[in-house]
């Protein structure tokens, strides 16, 4: 059984007006609750065989903060192409994933993984807010992702977190 993770990058700063959409660093509410999510993935004993990020500044800090507790750090690999990356672009490269792979965290922006967890999952989901973490299961191999049987198990959003 295969794990599909969706993570949306953490609440960025707009403080350096001067800065472009890429360069945007985490606001303090942002780096707060991508510890928080850190320490419930710890709690879960979720791990991950792949990390796929798009290479904006706030998904790489937000992806810094939270692997940071996990042992071993798994292998992340960065992608141009997922920087405001569509449904369907982000689909097409989940479905080219090995097989090998049973836990896939794939970290990047709205509107697109908003549209494809309500996509693959065939669930209306009123918000994809900022540090949401979905886990889609259900499917056995990557390149069946869009075959209409997949279960959205769990959308946690940072607050729900603080209650922990």
Sequence with gaps: M????????AKSSWENAALGDFDRPLSKRGISNAIL?????????ISFDLVISSPSERTQSTLDLVLSSLDPIPTTTLKESLYHASASSLSQLIKEQNDEINNLLVIGHNPGLHALTES?????????????????????????????????????????????
Excluded: M
Aim: proline share 3%; net charge positive.
């Design 37 to 45: 999510l850190s320490k419930y993935i710890q709690k879960q004993s």
């Design 120 to 164: 693959l999952t065939n669930e209306s989901i009123v918000k994809f807010p900022t540090c949401a973490f979905a886990k889609i299961t259900n499917f056995n191999h990557w390149k069946d992702i869009d075959a209409g049987i997949l279960n959205l198990e769990s959308l946690i959003i940072p607050k729900e977190l603080k209650h922990d």
């Design 2 to 9: 295969k794990n599909l993770f969706l993570l949306r990058h």
